[in-house]
């Protein structure tokens, strides 16, 4: 689709930046440095009519890609009849749907409920709420790596410093980690769950422990798959000490991974659930699944938000969720883990050999790492940032991710066709030969 460029010299991407950084904090940042005017499916088009292909969808939201036809189609009914009630004043049926459809989705044959938020870090937020309520406890069990948001409670659960948590304590009290099982660090599983028991007799109490929460496959943290035989141990520690399992689903969920959850993959039955992200293309809402009698512990009017599971946002995500059912998107994201797999090793062994150390991830939710060496393995951001600045002036719009800010990942629109895929990635070649070029 042509998008014509800006005449209005106002509305540049020099001229924006130079508004956004006048009125926005620096502590809001931003990847690329032009500003959209157009999307659709996995392109998108700056106010100078500049195309790019995105292989960052918005942060995983957009798995069934930018303005899905159905997606939009739902929003734009819902506003014709009203786009606010707030549900604890005048509830309405698409809330009761979404829910009902999540309680459907979620692994597990027991009967669940389902509470609607807006952002996934007040997901987190409510299901710790909610763990501390149905067991009475205060302590909760992160890991190192870990990413759960940005708000102070949210925070204490992230389990990386910079950017995130620089300079912005204290945090909770009854917050412990405990590590995260890493090859590249040299921790086995048998050494995290090891980890684990250690901290259950040196700081966390089992019986004061209200939950432990984790990715299935970290997300800042480097996209890193968490072992079946870790998940399928975390879930027997949490039935001996009555502790709730918590899986953050936020970035992973709503196929990315090639099933609705990538907890799936380990054949593990969590206690909660936290979604947002792709739950509703592009649209803000988010929430946490739960055992019913775990999610009814809080007393009426103890849970709520005045956006929370906003109507318009509701009937999107219904709509999304419908979309990623008719159009096998489960299915595609398994078959594009594939594609991306096969071709990330030829590029790499041909682009930049002894450089791209592992390709890793599940499904579609993929990420390459980037080292010196093979030998010494030591990361290299800086060859991992060089490749997204030049994919960004070839027209690829990539993120970095990774406690290193060495990796790179891979968050597509299942959406992509074929051929935008091929092209995306002779893009990123032709970025990582400019950044070994570029750095040596």
Not at 27 to 54: H, T
Not at 169 to 178: E, L, N, T, V
Not at 258 to 281: C, N, Q, R, Y
């Amino acid at each position: 689709m042509a998008v014509v460029a800006s005449r209005d010299e106002s509305k540049t991407n020099a001229a924006l930046l130079a508004r956004r950084e006048a009125a926005v904090p620096r502590g809001v940042a931003s990847a690329a440095p032009v500003f959209a005017a157009f999307a659709e499916n996995a392109e998108l088009w700056d106010v100078e009519g500049r195309r790019f292909i995105d292989f960052a969808g918005g942060i995983a939201v957009l798995n069934t890609g930018h303005r899905h036809p159905r997606v939009v189609a739902a929003a734009k009914a819902q506003e014709d009849h009203f786009t606010h009630t707030s549900f604890q004043v005048v509830p309405y049926e698409s809330y009761v749907a979404l829910a009902e459809k999540l309680n459907a989705l979620a692994p597990g044959e027991h009967a669940k409920k389902s509470l609607l938020v807006t952002t996934g870090a007040e997901a987190v937020e409510n299901a710790v709420k909610i763990a501390r309520a149905a067991t009475g406890r205060p302590g909760v069990i992160a890991f190192s790596a870990g990413y759960h948001g940005r708000t102070l409670m949210t925070l204490g659960l992230t389990g990386k410093v910079s950017p995130y948590k620089k300079d912005v304590g204290p945090f909770p009290s009854d917050i412990f980690r405990a590590p995260f099982p890493s090859v590249r660090d040299g921790i086995t599983v048998e050494d995290a769950l090891t980890g684990l028991k250690t901290l259950f007799l040196t700081d966390a109490q089992p019986d004061r422990v209200a939950a432990i929460i984790i990715e299935p496959v970290l997300g800042e943290g480097g996209y890193i798959p968490v072992p079946t035989e870790m998940m399928q141990a975390l879930r027997a520690i949490c039935d001996e000490h009555g502790i709730l399992l918590i899986a953050d689903e936020i970035q992973a969920g709503f196929g990315r991974t090639g099933t609705w959850f990538a907890i799936e993959h380990s054949g593990v039955v969590p206690d909660l659930i936290t979604v947002a992200k792709s739950m509703a293309g592009g649209y803000p809402v988010a929430g946490v699944i739960g055992r019913a009698e775990v999610m009814d512990a809080l007393a009426p009017g103890g849970l709520g938000g005045t956006y929370g599971g906003n109507p318009v946002a509701c009937a999107a995500a219904l709509a999304a969720i419908e979309a990623i059912e008719a159009e096998g998107l489960l299915a595609r994201s398994t078959e594009l883990g594939a594609h991306f797999r096969a071709r990330f090793a030829e590029i790499g062994a041909r682009t930049a050999p002894y450089r791209m150390w592992d390709i890793r991830g599940l499904g579609a939710m993929l990420a390459v790492e980037f080292v010196t060496d093979f030998d010494s393995a030591v990361p290299d951001a800086a060859l991992a940032k060089a490749v997204c600045a030049h994919a960004l002036k070839r027209g690829l719009i990539l993120l970095g991710c990774g406690m290193h800010g060495n990796a790179i990942r891979i968050m597509v629109p299942l959406t992509a066709s074929d051929a935008l895929i091929e092209e995306g990635l002779e893009i990123f070649e032709a970025a990582l030969a400019d950044a070994v070029a570029e750095l040596g």
